[in-house]
């Protein structure tokens, strides 16, 4: 496959020329030159793709390709950026046609002197170099296996240190008690301590558990402010501004308390001794269990007891985990293959990391459909290097392996903070915004994406976090400590410089320090980013800008204005995690926009200038108000696909044309009086929807009807003034009037009666339900028999129901989890309670929060 910065450049021109063809106007016949030495470059690499081994000349010509991709891409970009201000400026045509010739200039000049050159370097080099073998063909995939199931399932080699380390946090002691676990990189300390945390017996014997993430980079004040957030009973904490105050507060929420607190991944006696003096060292009911690959900090942390230091596994127990990676509990190893299998585990010097990383691989080289002989074959060619890979890297190898574009999405994981809580469509999303992912027959962008994603997880590069109770998806993700360095390192010397990280030295300077001259395409910054834009940095060849901070900080506009000053031609935009008070009307010049998240105290309208922001896929919005009003006419953004916020959104509709928002995938949450023919005749395509606000006097329900590709629907009757039991909803449409493919309903404070549970039973698409606040009133549910045949997943939450009866019949035949807060409920009905398989939840009121 291609390098993803070809396809990206080739697929841009070609957009270009539809969307701004009032500003290319004259440089059509170079811009169309372009693309044909472009799409040479690409058939150039595509062909490369295939060979066996890539000597050091094909690399450097594969180097200078993406350098020559790039310039022609800002070439372009500045050029269309100075034709739409000049344009802005000054509309008489006679003199904007001065701009235009400038364009086809710069295209030529652009040909000339960097790509026509290349396009016969490269095909020289093909000539000569590249055979027609395609190589080995591609190994069948074994895919009916959830690997992410086989990897929860179990974990070997920890019962004996599980067992000594419960003991230990059992014990009675006089004054506070820190326990530590000692082990190199990938010995597996966290999942030691996760996994007794985790424990029905340690969940029982504590009052309150608290699990903080430290971490290299961490910061003390926020390690202090989690803290008191998980303890306090009063959560007003914001007067606590100074780290003294914090610890203060942490003392004294602790003391007299029996709590465990669990420190995972400290790395050093400072940082330690820094936490430390906010414990409250005379209570001899708390316990602290700490995890850190420096044995000095075991040391300090309790003198009066030793570190506990994780033994490596030996070879049966690293056999034992990789054959659960490889085939899962229900599946036997073929002795074909055991002998091959054990040498390789024998190999991974007693790390499960290593281990989980090996099985990963012999995973992908194994098919059940394949003749034995074929898969033992595919194990010796393992099997011949595994010392080679263990010792240089198993993530190298991986790496190696990939696609060009997965490689990308790897490398691209290490723009997060270190222990951070990646949100899977987040990452999905950025992904496409960076051009990382290509059209595939068959498939959206977003399930290419996502595929990716999977590939990843099962080559045990990302670890799953959280998934989706309802669905199983992803819901969050993580990366080893190992595997984000390997990315940074990779990143950093991979010939386009994928991505930076700005870290503020101890001098109090910016390293690297950005002046225009780098040629970074990304930058990271998760800390002291007022600092860092005061400086006002200047980056010209800059594509995305990411700050994940782990809290939330208000911005100066000031200071954010900075960023299109600094940044002009930037595809990704995430301050997500900083708070701003107004919004930013120069964001609206950075017109190669794809990607943006902005998070307000208080906004209530987007500008019409976002109109300009022609390439968006996806804009995230948070607000604290109910209500936001966009001004701007989202249907001239012919690219968007995903438009998010938890108000509910105030539409302009204004404009024709049967392009106008094909592309809409996500749109939330959209308030009810916009439901109408002419926005869903031009959101046509949309696979999920949320409509906030009074449903039951401006919701039309007959537009619903024509959204085929609907999956996910949201009802909300609330964030308004008023109280929603005021204003119920009456009632649902018919059945066969919900839309046709429709597999997942949440509804909130709708305040209907229990007896129209049964047109919702109806919908035979319908595989998720949830209910929450009051969705649905009354004391009785009487359940209507054959309703519900392929619901998976129900949950129900903050009702009044008493009594839910339903027959003993199979009811409900395909539900697999119930989730249930009805404090008044009677009881289940017997059926479902005597069903096995069935996977039932009692939850808190405070453990529904993010549910909707």
Known sequence: MADPAVSFLLENLKQFVTYYAHLISGAENELQNLENELASLKAFLNDASNMRKKNELFKEIE?????????????????????????????????????????????????????????????????????????????????????????????????????????????????????????????????????????????????????????????????????????????????????????????????????????????????????????????????????????????????????????????????????????????????????????????????????????????????????????????????????????????????????????????????????????????????????????????SLEETAQKNLEDLISMNLVTVEKTYISTGEVKTCCVHDEIRTFCISKAAVREQNLFKEIKLTKEGVFDPKISGKEKYRRLCIHLHLAKFLSEKPVGLGVRSFLCFYREACTLDPELISFIPKSFKLL????????????????????????????????????????????????????????????????????????????????????????????????????????????????????KKLGIRGPLNAKLDFNPLERLDHLENLKLLNDMFSGAARENPLRRLPQHNNFPRNLKKLTMSATYLDWRHMSTLGMVVTLQVLKLIDNAFTGDSWDVVPDGFRRLQFLLIASTDLVHWKASDHDEFPSLGCLVLNCEKLFEIPSGLARRNGLDIQWKQRQEMAGWI
Request: a neutral charge; one cysteine or more.
């Open 571 to 686: 595809r990704v935009l995430d301050v997500m995690s900083t708070k701003l008070t107004e919004f930013p009307t120069k964001l609206s010049k950075l017109i190669h926009l794809r990607y943006i998240t902005l998070s307000f105290q208080d906004l209530e309208f987007l500008p019409k200038s976002i109109s300009e922001l022609r390439f968006l896929q996806t804009l995230i919005v948070d607000t604290t108000k109910s209500t936001l009003r966009i001004e701007a006419n989202i249907w001239n953004m012919f690219q968007l696909r995903h438009l998010i916020t938890k108000a509910s959104i105030k539409l302009v509709v204004q404009g024709e044309s049967i392009d106008a928002g094909k592309d809409l995938q996500t749109l939330c949450s959209l308030s009810p009086e916009f439901c109408t023919d002419d926005v869903f005749n031009r959101a046509r395509n949309l």
């Open 63 to 443: 180097r200078q390709i993406r350098e020559v991709v790039h310039y022609a891409e800002d070439t372009i970009d500045s050029c269309l950026i100075q034709a739409a201000a000049t344009k802005a400026k000054n509309p008489i045509s006679r003199l904007f046609s001065r701009k235009r010739i400038t364009l086809a200039e710069e295209v030529q000049s652009l040909r000339e002197q960097k790509v026509t050159s290349m396009v016969n370097k490269a095909t020289n080099f093909g000539n000569n170099n590249i055979s027609d073998g395609s190589g080995s063909s591609a190994e069948e995939e074994w895919t009916k296996m959830d690997k992410a199931a086989i990897r929860q399932d179990d974990i070997v080699g920890f019962h004996d240190q599980e067992e000594v380390l419960i003991g230990y946090l059992k014990e009675k002691k006089d004054e506070l008690d820190v326990i530590s676990i000692i082990g190199s990189p990938g010995q597996g300390k966290t999942t030691l301590a996760l996994k007794i945390y985790r424990d029905e017996r340690i969940k029982d014997e504590f009052d309150i558990r608290i699990w903080i993430d430290v971490s290299q980079d961490f910061n003390l004040d926020d390690l202090f402010h989690n803290i008191v957030e998980i303890v306090a009973t009063s959560k007003d904490i914001s007067n606590l501004s100074h780290t003294k105050n914090l610890a203060v507060k942490v003392h004294d929420c602790l003391e007299g308390v029996k709590f465990l607190l669990v420190l995972d991944d400290i790395w050093s006696v400072e940082a330690w001794k820094a936490i430390q003096r906010a414990l409250p060292k005379k209570n001899n009911l708390g316990k602290v269990l700490i995890t850190s690959r420096d044995d000095e900090v075991g040391k300090h942390a309790n003198v009066n007891r030793e570190p506990h230091k994780l033994r490596k596994l030996d070879d049966e127990e690293c056999w034992q985990l990789l054959k659960l990676e490889v085939f899962g509990k229900q599946k036997q190893c073929p002795s074909e293959l055991q002998s091959i299998g054990r040498y390789v585990a024998s190999q991974c010097n007693g790390l499960p990391l290593k281990v989980l990383v090996m099985g990963g691989i012999l995973f992908g080289q194994f098919g059940p459909a394949r003749v034995m002989a074929a898969n033992v074959e595919a194990w010796k060619n393992v099997a011949k290097d595994v010392r080679n890979y263990v010792e240089s890297s198993v993530v190298s190898l991986s790496y190696k392996k990939m696609s060009d574009d997965l490689r990308e999405c790897f490398l691209y994981l290490g723009v997060f903070p270190e222990d951070y809580k990646i949100r899977a469509r987040t990452l999905t999303r950025l992904w496409i915004a960076e051009g990382f992912i290509q059209a595939k027959e068959g498939q």
